[in-house]
């Protein structure tokens, strides 16, 4: 499941920042409040970041976007994506994403009662037609912290260094490709997903087994 939520004519950083607060605000007062007319004024910020965000998003719908937001629960806190670091003859394996034709390490949003070690072993099949075993955490990072920020929701990434077990190469309707590449010959990366310091990062783990999990 593809973890990049932005649009054709998607607003600077700071912009979509502004609006996932003000969303994390009114979700967090509406959870809490007890009182009918803080309620009021916090679904009157949700509907101003509900505004921001179809901006956001070169146009949508604003009331599309309410009933999205207005559909979440809880206070407002970060997302999660799951990435796989996997590696064959020290060469690792990505995916050409079909949303802008460039290369990540597999993975996509963490689901609902699914552990995240199972959703990233998950997304690695459904993206590449591979088996994998998680094997352990790499890095827990907030990708907004390393580039510039278009994703209309705050997301944490945790990437996992994994061994590929078996499968054979498949593409899906996410993917259009499918290979392994050695860390001084990767190819244009898709930097709304990764970086080639996170995909160092993931080459540092399989060299130095030993090595903790890092976090921001």
């Known amino acids: 499941m593809s973890a990049d939520n932005r649009g054709d004519g998607a607003a600077p ?9 003000i969303e994390s605000i009114a979700a967090t007062g509406l959870h809490y409040t007890e009182n009918p007319y803080d309620a009021q004024r916090y679904e009157q910020l949700r509907d101003v970041a509900a505004e921001m965000f179809a901006q956001a998003a070169g146009g949508a719908d604003a009331e599309k976007m309410r ?3 207005a559909a979440q629960f809880g206070p407002g806190t970060p997302k999660i994506v799951v990435r796989a670091a996997v590696f064959r003859d020290a060469q690792i394996l990505l995916v050409r994403e079909s949303a802008d034709g460039r290369w990540a390490m597999p993975g996509g949003w963490a689901e609902v009662n699914e552990p995240p070690a199972r959703g990233v072993e998950r997304e690695v099949f459904e993206e590449t037609g591979y088996r994998v075993r998680a094997e352990r ?22 990437l996992f260094l994994c061994t590929l077990i078996g499968g054979e190469p498949a593409t899906s309707i996410e993917t259009t490709a499918v290979g392994f590449f050695a860390q001084d010959a990767l190819p244009e990366l898709s930097l709304t997903r990764n970086t080639d310091a996170q995909i160092g990062r993931a080459f540092a783990a399989l060299h130095n087994p030993d090595a903790p999990a890092s976090f921001d």
């Open 137 to 158: 955490l790499i890095y827990l990072y907030d990708p907004a912290a390393h580039r510039r920020d278009d994703c209309l929701v705050h997301v944490y990434t945790a």
């Open 13 to 21: 950083a700071p912009y979509v920042a502004w609006a996932r607060r």
């Open 67 to 69: 009933g999205q937001l």
